[in-house]
């Protein structure tokens, strides 16, 4: 997935969970602190498990090469 994919899914559930929110136009700064540090935290985690998936996939093709050769 790109970074350009992972800004769009994030920025869309911001805004959903923006829209959710009754108070959206009425919150305090640090209920906008708050929705921005969770927000920041589901995107790092978002990224870290993008990530991972890509080594982890990495390492099967790997395996499963080295693992063709062996028997050949």
């Known amino acids: 997935m790109a970074p350009e994919e992972i800004l769009e899914?994030?920025?869309k559930q911001n805004r959903?969970?923006?829209g959710a929110r009754s108070d959206a136009?009425?919150?305090?700064?640090d209920q906008v602190l708050?929705?921005?540090n969770?927000?920041?935290?589901?995107g790092?985690?978002?990224g870290s498990d993008t990530a991972l998936s890509l080594v982890q996939s990495?390492?099967?093709v790997k395996y499963v090469s080295d693992a063709a050769s062996?028997?050949?």
Do not use: C
């Open 25 to 29: 136009d009425r919150l305090t700064q």
């Open 16 to 18: 959903e969970i923006l």
């Open 38 to 42: 969770t927000a920041a935290m589901r």
């Open 58 to 60: 990495k390492l099967v």
């Open 34 to 36: 708050h929705l921005m």
């Open 44 to 46: 790092f985690r978002f």
């Open 70 to 72: 062996n028997a050949a």
């Open 9 to 11: 899914q994030i920025d």
